[in-house]
């Protein structure tokens, strides 16, 4: 199975001693960044909704961002990444197996990159999936990357010879993947809080439990749809009553101050 997650906000840009590979999309990535160079701080303010200092330093990110990077500028995507997803995923503790693996399986979409492997290096960067930035394609990264996201994972799922997504990623960055494109079976895990009898979606636990499951699939070496019932980290259960077909719900009791 494939599977995808969303990037991060937030960046580790520790120093990493893993050979890395490249993206397939560098050229649109390229593109971008020189879009993005061109943008003012104002701009960059109102596109992401960033306050003067991260505008500042996305600006500069920007500036110095090169076509052919040198590799001591680059980090790998699922190294790099630290928000919950990557607490989650905690992709720093994979054996060399499990990183293999998950370089074959696991996908990051990415507004500026499009889709990106675990170990594909990548410039330090922000660009969220949902801004609207107005290139030659339309006004905004969904108008710019179509259905090339979802023709990109279609493929690499024949190549692993199956035809299942497992979909951990949040709906602003997989409404980058056309689902007529992707042709694919899908599946996307709902996680849920417990309490007094209801269960509710809390967004800071379902983002790292999206990257927990990824990380489970892929330690656990997971191939079937019907594997995935089996997820049992971080107190998250099986819900077969509040589960619907594609969309397999984990529950765990609500945790204190949640």
């Not at 995808?4 to 490249?22: E, G, H, N, Q």
């Not at 990077?69 to 503790?93: H, I, S």
């Not at 259905?147 to 199956?162: N, S, Y």
């Amino acid at each position: 199975m494939l599977i995808t997650i969303s990037p991060a906000k937030k960046l580790d840009w520790s120093d990493r001693d893993v050979a890395m590979t490249t993206p397939e999309f560098l050229e649109d990535a390229n593109r971008l960044a020189k879009t993005m160079r061109n943008l003012t701080l104002g701009d960059l303010r109102g596109l992401m909704d960033l306050s003067d200092d991260l505008a500042r330093l996305n600006r500069d990110r920007f500036r110095a961002f090169e076509d052919a990077p040198a590799d001591n500028t680059l980090r790998p995507a699922a190294l790099c990444f630290a928000g919950d997803t990557y607490q989650g995923l905690q992709a720093e503790t994979f054996g060399v197996d499990e990183m293999a693996r998950a370089q074959e399986r696991l996908r990051i979409l990415s507004g500026l990159y499009g889709v990106l492997r675990p170990l594909d290096g990548i410039q330090p960067y922000r660009l969220e999936m949902g801004s609207r930035l107005h290139t030659r394609r339309g006004k905004s990264l969904y108008d710019y990357w179509r259905d090339t996201p979802a023709r990109a994972l279609k493929r690499q799922a024949a190549a692993l010879g199956t035809d299942t997504l497992v979909n951990c990623a949040s709906q602003e960055y997989f409404g980058a993947v056309d689902l007529k494109a992707l042709g694919l079976t899908l599946i996307t895990p709902q996680f849920l809080e417990e309490q007094d009898g209801s269960a509710k979606t809390i967004s800071f636990f379902a983002k790292r439990a999206r990257g927990a499951m990824a990380r489970w699939l892929i330690t656990r070496d997971v191939t079937t749809p019907e594997g995935i019932v089996g997820f049992d980290l971080d107190g998250y259960r099986h819900d077969r009553a509040r589960s619907k077909p594609g969309l397999p719900a984990f529950t765990r009791p609500r945790q204190t101050g949640a």
